[in-house]
């Protein structure tokens, strides 16, 4: 994999990627294409099992949209920029692997926003959040208005983009836009470690969960549960589901093959 913003490295089954744009890992629509390539790539592969999602640096794990570029554009040109943005969101939101974010620093706006669109979060203490995009004239284009009111609620959702004050590590914890909190040093470790675990978790199985979770937090209960009967059976008839319920009766580790 050569890609021009991005840094994938694939060990024991997890691919840690890093988005590597200096100074502050800006998103501009070539690094949203590299990132719905990339996206693609690894769902494909059937050689990663999870995925951690970093950024480069140690200032930012994605600060924000490129202005600069956003600046150039029409009315036309902004809503192009905005539809690969939700589209690759989209796409990570609903991948069949799970993903981490590593949130090394700063996530604002359009980074936010991919960090939300991640399954898991888990950031350093000198993180900070913010959706400043109000300030700027907009709001923010790449799901942050859905995605983070279906996690905070719509009241927090609103004072963090009406306000789009910056919060920091331990209010994200608080609210729980992230999953856990730890020292700087340790944020790639932690989150590789967490992967790591996932990666020896049956495949199958974490797709179906993931499946009926997402389609769930969007449907009335009723629809959310007919969703999760369906996913139960399809890991119910896996390889996988066989060998865990054939080891659990023998008393003796499983060995899953994610199939």
């Known amino acids: 994999m050569d890609f021009k913003h991005f840094i994938c490295e694939i060990a024991n089954h997890v ?54 570029e956003m600046a150039t554009k029409d009315l036309n040109g902004l809503n192009l920029m905005n539809k690969k943005s939700r589209t690759v969101f989209s796409k990570i939101e609903n991948a069949n692997k799970p993903v981490i974010a590593a949130i090394n620093g700063m996530a604002l706006g359009g980074g936010f926003e991919l960090a939300l669109a991640c399954d898991l979060r888990i950031c ?31 009241g927090i959702a609103k004072e963090l983009i009406y306000f789009g004050d910056m919060i920091d590590a331990n209010r994200a914890l608080d609210l729980q836009l992230v999953n856990k909190v730890v020292a700087h040093d340790a944020i790639r470790d932690e989150a590789l470690a967490w992967a790591n675990k996932l990666a020896k978790k049956p495949a199958i199985a974490l797709q179906m969960a993931k499946v009926a979770i997402n389609y769930g937090k969007n449907v009335d209960t009723e629809s959310g549960l007919m969703m999760e009967t369906t996913a139960f059976s399809t890991s119910f008839s896996s390889e996988d589901a066989k060998e865990g319920l054939t080891a659990f009766t023998e008393k003796r580790k499983p060995q899953y093959v994610g199939k």
């Open 15 to 68: 691919a840690l990627v890093t988005i590597n744009r200096p100074p502050v890992n800006a998103l501009n629509s070539e690094v949203f294409s590299e990132l719905s390539e990339l996206t693609d790539e690894l769902e494909e592969n059937e050689e990663v099992r999870a995925i951690v999602l970093t950024g480069s640096g140690e200032k930012a794990f994605i600060a924000g949209a490129d202005v600069k």
């Open 124 to 154: 350093s203490d000198r993180a900070k959040f913010s959706f400043p995009e109000v300030g700027l004239g907009i709001i923010p284009g790449g799901g942050g208005t859905q995605r983070l009111q279906k996690i905070v609620g719509q």
